[in-house]
């Protein structure tokens, strides 16, 4: 028969068996810790670095695997780009490539699920996942760029865009058949060199847009925008983009999205002045005066002159 005493060392002893299986958890949890923050700071630095090796090796995929491993809230930060703002609007980053807007303020755009910034040697777009093609895409001109250009040969060699998730993006054969044209929104004759020409050819540049609306009163748009361009005194900010009804129509297996509109801002940084060009995607269109900004911010939201 054992005694008190006995009996209150056992006692004890199983007493304390849980906390030795908390102590190992809370270890184990403080190791896991330790190591996700120093994948995030390698991840960090190494973006710092060679912004363009994340894209290679596919920046989605780490933090995939990052949020295996711990709680989404942990690492909700270091995928959204910017905060939503009260109205229900973000602020865009576009850090590696701010000259392309306005005082080097990057626009303020609705929120929307899987917006993308993506930069070139002559443009930035933000893209739309969800619609396949971009939400805005950017340029800064003036008569010495475009006088580059002129001298640039058309390619024509449409490619795919590789940074994007492949279920994220537009394919050539989403176009094929469809009846619509490859829209560019910065146009190939604004490129002033072979690299800007070749990139300018990618589908995140691209809308479907009908054909006879983007030979014809686009085309026009985008000459008229040059003539401007080659007059002006200095830097010419031109941000274009589509417009969507509340259910488009969608081309190909990717379901690239069909917009209604498309608009063409332009901003004079020397003068001040600002118009924005607005063109119905349809075969009949024409265009018609330009609006002002401000309607054109209440029509779409987008505010993109800082």
């Not at 910017?82 to 980053?93: K, L, N, R």
């Not at 893209?127 to 895409?137: C, E, M, N």
Request: proline fraction near 7%; aromatic fraction near 8%.
């Amino acid at each position: 028969m054992a005694t008190k005493k006995q009996a209150g060392r056992r006692t004890a002893k199983r007493r304390s068996a849980p906390r030795k299986k908390q102590a190992g958890g809370g270890f184990a949890k403080l190791l896991k810790t330790a190591f996700l923050s120093a994948a995030v700071s390698f991840a960090a630095m190494l973006w710092a670095l060679h912004p363009q090796l994340l894209d290679q090796i596919g920046v989605d995929r780490i933090l995939a695997n990052l949020e295996q491993a711990q709680p989404r809230q942990d690492v909700a930060s270091t995928r959204q780009a910017a905060p939503a703002a009260h109205d229900g609007h973000i602020q865009t980053s576009f850090a590696q490539c701010r000259e392309f807007f306005p005082h080097q303020t990057p626009p303020v755009v609705p929120a929307r699920p899987t917006q993308r910034e993506l930069c070139f040697s002559s443009f930035a777009i933000l893209y739309s996942g969800q619609r396949k093609t971009p939400v805005l895409v950017a340029e800064r001109l003036n008569r010495q760029t475009l006088i580059a250009a002129q001298s640039i040969a058309r390619t024509d060699s449409f490619y795919e865009e590789a940074r994007l998730p492949a279920s994220e993006r537009a394919g050539l054969d989403d176009y094929r058949g469809s009846g619509f044209d490859r829209g560019h929104m910065a146009p190939a004759g604004d490129m002033p060199d072979d690299q800007a020409m070749a990139q300018s050819f990618s589908l995140a540049n691209m809308i479907p847009q009908a054909p006879q609306a983007n030979r014809g009163a686009w085309n026009k748009i985008e000459q008229d925008t040059r003539k401007y361009v080659m007059r002006a005194k200095g830097d010419v900010y031109v941000i274009s983009g589509p417009v969507y009804g509340d259910h488009p129509q969608t081309i190909g297996a990717a379901r690239v999205a069909v917009p209604d509109y498309t608009f063409k801002v332009v901003f004079d940084a020397t003068t001040g002045r600002s118009w924005v060009h607005w063109l119905a995607n349809s075969p009949d269109a024409r265009p018609g005066a330009p609006i002002s900004y401000e309607e054109f911010v209440k029509r779409t939201g987008l505010r993109v002159l800082g």
